[in-house]
């Protein structure tokens, strides 16, 4: 497989024409403080960085999701059908931990394939999970490893079945996976056209919505699995994320299994690519997943991704720098894994121009045309939902779906700001995202958020005391105390959305979130017309 630096070649150049012409503005303010004293230099210093770092990665998101929409495209699959060479033996590996799901194994049981098995890597520990497992087991005759000490997360679980099965591929299956009946057979299509292939990631969508909170959000899987692996297949660096994943056994091997960190698969993905082998988008084979439950467990997830990103900078900054990928490959690592952890940078850009420097009364003035960019990169990661949905949803919908939005991820500040620093200066834990979640009175609500929110309050009386204003903090703030209303948003849950209304003996999987709403409405409609028809005697 060829890659090419094209993209980053791009990012570099709209960034560098950005930046250029606000050096001197930056030197010179960075001048003034330093002529004032070491220490207000210092501090504008650490701001200047900051502001580089923020347009190159902003520049990123425009760049990439330009690049998909305009240049790269979705196009028709250029991988052909394997012509014969047998059926070689896969294994179907279905993690899981206290979140089992049946109906999800089920579906994708269903293989249009002969040589395979499934196996279910159990590491439940409630007595109620363990039992249900062993049913779905004996009813369906579906092999059950489980351990004892549990030790390493899920790369352990994966390992202490992997190192000595016999198997020629493996598929990883998360709890609430479903991936279609032509799965295997088309990612070993894959196998066959690329020959440095070790994995085959396909791709996936949002769908089973059963409440409002995952009806609103489950959109922005669909346009982010498309847009941002596709670019990455070919112009950066394309990791395993997780689950829906196809892996031969000599990669496995070549690059040592999987490491015992929360970030498993995007650390095996680097140990498999210094191997010699490469991760291969299948953008054709849709898999179907479910976006978290519940703004709790949304958090949760979050909070999982931040710690296992953080505990990757601690552990593998020197090996990117040490390792046989390409210089874009390693800045594309760079730029989207160091992200979410760098919210602790942030952190300190706040501090520095709300509390510190005006609390030493010296202020800071930069351009007012600094500002158009800035502002531009702050909404750069919703332009790639509004290219892809613009003309597949109603515009209204669209503007509402960007707003809460807004408010989703802008309240994750305070939960990237605690969980990086505990990684940071403690472990990380591997938290296993909750598949249910019962019903929150708003008392429960402001319960579960008081963190959130109080850190808001703190943060917008702070700026108001300083700075006289509240708006250089809005966008955490406003966020943060909205956050109470999303704890609720998945208490209403509404026939639309029920998953019962989607047998799988009867509705074909949906491959979208749209298209799941699509049948489901449709569904409806043959419903109410029936109850309008007169009973038949």
């Not at 001048?31 to 347009?55: D, H, N, P, V």
């Not at 369906?140 to 079945?161: E, H, M, Q, S, T």
């Not at 992997?162 to 088309?186: C, G, H, M, N």
């Not at 209303?485 to 491959?511: I, Q």
């Amino acid at each position: 497989m060829a890659k090419s630096p094209r993209v980053y070649l791009l990012i570099l150049a709209c960034w560098l024409a950005i930046l250029v012409p606000a050096v001197p503005a930056m030197a010179h303010v960075v001048s003034a403080a330093a002529g004032a004293a070491w220490y207000l230099g210092a501090l504008t210093t650490a701001s200047a960085l900051f502001i580089t770092y923020f347009w190159l990665n902003g520049t990123k998101d425009i760049v990439y999701t330009l690049y998909f929409h305009l240049v790269q495209r979705p196009r028709p699959v250029e991988v052909p059908r394997r012509a014969g060479g047998g059926e070689p033996r896969v294994v179907l590996v279905y993690c899981t931990c206290d979140d089992f799901s049946g109906e999800s194994l089920l579906r994708s049981m269903a293989q249009r394939y002969g040589n395979y098995e499934v196996v279910i890597l159990d590491d439940s520990k409630k007595p109620e999970s363990l039992a249900e497992v062993d049913a779905f087991a004996e009813r369906y005759g579906v092999r059950v490893v489980r351990r004892a000490d549990r030790a390493g997360f899920k790369a352990g679980n994966l390992n202490n079945y992997l190192r000595t099965a016999e198997y020629d591929y493996f598929v990883i299956l998360d709890s609430d996976e479903i991936v279609p009946a032509d799965y295997i057979s088309r990612s070993l299509d894959y196998f066959a056209h690329y020959g440095n292939a070790g994995i085959v990631q396909a791709n996936h969508s949002a769908t089973r919505n059963r409440n409002d909170f995952m009806r609103t959000f489950a959109i922005g899987v669909d346009s982010h699995w498309i847009a941002y692996q596709s670019v990455k297949d070919r112009h950066g660096f394309l990791s395993l994320l997780g689950h829906g994943a196809m892996v031969s056994r000599e990669c496995y091997h070549a690059a040592g299994g999987f490491p015992s960190v929360v970030a498993e698969d995007l650390c095996f993905s680097i140990a498999a690519r210094d191997a010699g082998y490469y991760t291969v988008f299948a953008p054709d084979i849709r898999c179907e997943e479910e976006f978290p439950v519940s703004y709790h467990a949304f958090k949760k997830r979050h909070s999982k991704w931040t710690q296992g990103n953080m505990e990757f900078i601690k552990r593998y900054s020197g090996t990117i720098l040490s390792s046989r990928m390409t210089w874009y490959e390693k800045l594309d690592i760079v730029l989207f894994t160091y992200s979410l952890p760098l919210t602790a940078l942030f952190s300190l850009y706040v501090a520095i121009h709300v509390i510190a420097l005006p609390a030493l009364g010296y202020t800071v003035t930069y351009p007012v045309w600094m500002l158009v960019p800035t502002i531009a990169f702050l909404l750069a990661p919703l332009l790639n939902d509004v290219l892809f949905h613009f003309r597949r949803m109603p515009k209204i919908a669209l503007l509402s779906y960007l707003l809460h939005s807004v408010v989703l991820y802008g309240s994750m500040f305070f939960v990237s700001l605690r969980s990086s620093v505990t990684s940071a200066f403690g472990g990380s834990v591997f938290l296993v995202t909750p598949k249910s979640s019962g019903r929150v009175t708003l008392r429960e609500a402001f319960g579960a958020t008081r963190a959130e929110i109080a850190f808001g309050i703190a943060l917008a009386g702070v700026s108001l005391l300083l700075t006289h204003s509240v708006l250089p903090v809005a966008l955490i703030v406003v966020p943060a105390l909205l956050c109470v209303f999303l704890a609720r948003k998945h208490n209403t849950v509404s026939p639309r959305t029920a998953r019962a209304e989607l047998p799988a003996a009867v509705v074909a999987p949906a491959r979208s979130a749209a298209e799941e709403r699509a049948q489901l409405a449709e569904l409806a409609r043959e419903r109410a017309s029936q109850e309008r028809s007169p009973a038949v005697a």
